[in-house]
């Protein structure tokens, strides 16, 4: 079998950032932070929101921690017509998506009719939803289930709320990759860009912390069983023992270059490069994910200022993930880090969340920390960031990988 090389890639000089894709607007819902400034403020003050569940009696599992939003009041942030219709993660997606469009300052009513999409990312759809009307078919007939439930479960259900809310009629979807899926979002909506779009809402939420959804995740065996918050989920940690989930994601108004310019947006960065790959048997392909993103992006490893890392908290992926970085950058060759540790894993939000965090690393100069991590495993060789750090930063590459074998990997650089 043929081996990729990874050490130095062929450059390919790209699209450039002034005629590419730029993020204008970013909206979070976080477990520790509701909004983008009070959530990287929180990140970089090292603050977690994992803690005890409280959305359901959790007392009978094994596992009782999650990322949980705390202090989300659906009535403050929609209207009561929505409230009816939509399951907990679109009403989180609505907020982002919100939150995206007001902080980009752009009015999609003013762009031609079909200049303006949606394409999310979702490993769910709604189950919260989904369980209380099922429970009421089996419980109470067929005439007890709510006519939203046709599209409340759904996973394209956030992009056409989100299209409906805004008015956004141009090319829209959705992508299932479970935690890649937030970066393969962000890479559809700039193939539509490159086709002439003017403004995409593209990035990930993602929410399923209801019993129904529980057993799911138990299923998976890949969770935590510590009972400790703080130390439940600890990336390249030689105690790691499983992940924490986690609900909330980030969204972004990705627009065209030349457009942005030309209305004086703010920009907080320009996405430049990202790959896809998807694991054979045995055979693990984050790398060259990571390799076929630079090339894509024109930009060699030691160009990357940042890593961060998809961190599932596991030793033996913690330790693929950091052979994976050690081939392309060398041993502890570039700063890693891991801010997820902070809110946990969440699904199709995870990447897109640190997406968002490498932007605002871009744009306040810091590398936001890794928190829980004590005793890096030696077979870890990182250099794993686990206290903010001041340092110049113009490209970071964004890694995840989705339950199932995905992996995608974007860089995102200075505007």
Known sequence: MTTATLDRPTVRHNVPAATGSVVTGIGVTAPNGLGTEAWWAATLRGESGIRPVTRFDASRYPVRIAGEIPGFVDEEHLPGRLLAQTDRVTRLSLTAAKEALDDCGSDPSALPEYGAG???????????????????????????????????????????????????????????????????????????????????????VDSALCPWGWAA???????????????????????????????GGALFVLENAPAARERDARV?????????????????????????????????????????????????????????????????????????????????????????????????????????TTEPAPDCPVDLVTAPRETGVRHALVLARGRGGFNSAAVLSAP
């Open 217 to 247: 995740h138990l299923a998976a065996g890949q969770l935590s069983r510590a009972t400790d918050p703080a130390r439940a989920y600890l990336p390249f940690d030689t105690q790691a023992g499983g992940h924490v989930v986690g609900e």
């Open 268 to 372: 907080y960065g320009a996405f430049t490069g990202y790959a896809a790959t998807f694991d054979g048997p045995g055979t693990p392909r984050l790398a060259d994910a990571a390799r076929l993103a630079l090339i894509d992006a024109g930009v060699r490893p030691d160009e990357i200022d940042v890593v961060f890392a998809d961190a599932a908290g596991a030793r033996a992926a913690d330790r693929a993930e950091a052979e994976a970085l050690a081939a392309l950058f060398g041993p502890r060759g570039v700063p890693v880090t891991a801010p997820k540790s902070m809110t946990g894993r969440l699904l199709a939000g995870g990447a897109a969340l640190d997406a968002a965090a490498a932007l605002l690393s871009l744009r306040d100069q810091v590398i936001p920390p890794t928190t829980g």
């Open 118 to 204: 949606v394409v999310t990312a979702s490993s769910a759809g709604g189950f919260e939803f989904g369980q209380r009307e099922l429970q009421a078919l089996w419980s109470k007939g067929g005439q007890h289930v709510s006519a939203y439930q046709s599209f409340a479960w759904f996973y394209a259900v956030n992009t056409g709320q989100i299209s409906i809310r805004h008015g956004l009629r141009g090319s829209s979807g959705v992508v299932v990759a479970e935690q890649a899926g937030g970066l393969d979002a962000l890479a559809h909506a700039r193939r539509q860009i490159r086709k002439g779009a003017r403004l995409m809402v593209t990035g990930g």
